[in-house]
């Protein structure tokens, strides 16, 4: 991580994560962001709601995050190619602890979009764990693509400690 002396000013985009110990601040993508066992909190929110609320409130809410950092990423690198583009929100996911992402797209078509995590950070093909990465793409790739899309078939491995899905046309 970088230290707070190179921390970006006014939430520009950085090829790092930012740590600023005095200040109690991580940034990602130029985001503050907060370092949680994201797990417990898909867990505790399906606990207490149910997995097919806590999937579509964590959808709803990583949806919608999703969109937001890719539209920032447009906006901050207006001449970035589709695949420089989802490469930076890939670099994002490792950057933050959610395992590394590849994102696999054929012909840049969205009928063709695989996304695969290995160590992924969070762990389940069910309720807000479902929903918390991959619904994150979901819109980052709507944004990118101008095209709504949805999260389908999502499978772990637990042998090869690898989660992965297909985004899809909505």
């Given amino acids: 991580m970088g230290s707070e002396s190179s921390l970006p000013k006014g939430g520009q985009l950085s090829e790092e ?3 600023n110990k005095e200040n109690g601040e991580i940034q990602i993508l130029g985001q503050r962001h907060t370092a ?4 417990s909190l ?18 709803s809410l990583e949806f919608r995050l999703g969109k937001s950092d890719a539209a920032r990423l447009k906006d901050e690198r207006p001449n970035a190619t ?3 583009c989802v490469e930076q929100l890939a670099k994002s996911d490792r950057l933050s ?3 590394i992402t590849r994102v696999t797209l054929a012909g840049n078509s969205q009928d063709s979009i695989r996304v ?7 762990k389940g093909s069910a309720g807000a764990a479902k ?4 619904s994150w793409w979901a819109g980052a790739l709507s944004s990118l693509l101008g095209t709504n899309l949805d999260v389908n078939g999502v499978v ?7 989660i992965g899905c297909r985004i899809v046309p909505r």
């Fill in 36 to 39: 949680i066992d994201a797990q």
């Fill in 156 to 162: 772990y491995s637990e042998e090869k400690n690898v």
């Fill in 17 to 19: 994560a930012f740590w």
């Fill in 42 to 59: 898909c867990n505790f929110l399906d606990s207490i709601v149910g997995t097919q609320v806590g999937e579509v409130i964590m959808h």
């Fill in 131 to 134: 929903s918390f990465i991959f």
């Fill in 97 to 99: 602890g959610i395992g």
């Fill in 116 to 122: 695969e995590i290995t160590n992924p950070s969070v």
């Fill in 82 to 84: 589709l695949d420089e």
